[in-house]
C-alpha cells in the first residue's frame, strides 16, 4: 500500500538549511553537515539511504527546493535524488507556476500549481502506479505544511549532529500531530528516527 513519507534531515535545533540558502548553496551555510550521513560509507547510512531510496515512486518538493536541484550547482549525473544512488522516481513539484525550462530534462517533472493536496494526489497516483510510496523530501515549508494538513502517514527524520544556531526551520508552530516511534538508529553521523503519524 502507498504511504505517504516525510523524510528529511534537521539539524539539532530544528533547521532543514543553514543561514542564507540559494541556487548557488542551497543548504545555506554550514548546511552541508546536514547530509554528512548521506554520503558516509558507514554501513547503517547506507542502507537507510539506499531503503529510502529503493521505496520512492513519486517524490513532492517545493519550488525553491527545485529551483535548487534544477540550478547549475545542482544534481548532476553522479549526484541526485538519493545522494550517490542518483535515482529516478517520478517528481512533482509545488509551485505558483511552472519554470520557463528545465534543465534535468532527463528526469519526470510534475508542476502542481493547485496546492500542496492536489500534488500529494498527483504523487500518489504516480508512486500507485509502480506500487511504491510518495517521498517528501522538501523544504522544510513543504514537509511542515503536510503534516499540519493531515497528509502524512510516516515521519523520518536524519537528526544531524549540528547546531546551525539559524536557518529555514522544519516546523514553525503552524500545527501539531501525535507521532509513534518505530525505529531508532544511530550512527556517528546521523540519528535516523522513523515515526508513524497517527491520524486523528
Known amino acids: 500500500m502507498t504511504r505517504i513519507v516525510a523524510d528529511i534531515s534537521v539539524s539539532l535545533d530544528g533547521f532543514v538549511t543553514g543561514p542564507d540558502p540559494g541556487p548557488a548553496d542551497g543548504l545555506g551555510a554550514g548546511g552541508e553537515a546536514l547530509h554528512t550521513w548521506a554520503f558516509s560509507d558507514d554501513p547503517d547510512d547506507a542502507r537507510i539511504l539506499r531503503e529510502g531510496t529503493s521505496r520512492s515512486g513519486a517524490v513532492i518538493l517545493g519550488r525553491r527546493l ?8 545542482g544534481w548532476s549525473e553522479e549526484v541526485g535524488y538519493g545522494a550517490r544512488e542518483a535515482a529516478a522516481p517520478a517528481f512533482v513539484v509545488v509551485t505558483g507556476a511552472p519554470p520557463e525550462s528545465v534543465r534535468l530534462t532527463g528526469l519526470d517533472w510534475t508542476f502542481v500549481t493547485t496546492g500542496l493536496r492536489d500534488a500529494v494526489a498527483a504523487a500518489r497516483e504516480r508512486a500507485e502506479a ?3 510510496d510518495v517521498v517528501l523530501m522538501g523544504g522544510g515549508a513543504v514537509v511542515g505544511s503536510a503534516l499540519a494538513a493531515g497528509l502524512v502517514d510516516e515521519l523520518i ?3 544531524a549532529p549540528v547546531v546551525l544556531g539559524t536557518g529555514t526551520p522544519l516546523f514553525t508552530g503552524g500545527g501539531s500531530c501525535a507521532l509513534v516511534q518505530r525505529s531508532v538508529v544511530a550512527t556517528a553521523n546521523a540519528t ?5 503519524v497517527v491520524r486523528s
Open 192 to 196: 535516523h528516527l522513523t515515526y508513524d
Open 157 to 159: 527524520l536524519h537528526l
Open 130 to 132: 509502480v506500487d511504491l
Open 66 to 73: 527545485f529551483d535548487v536541484v534544477d540550478g547549475p550547482h
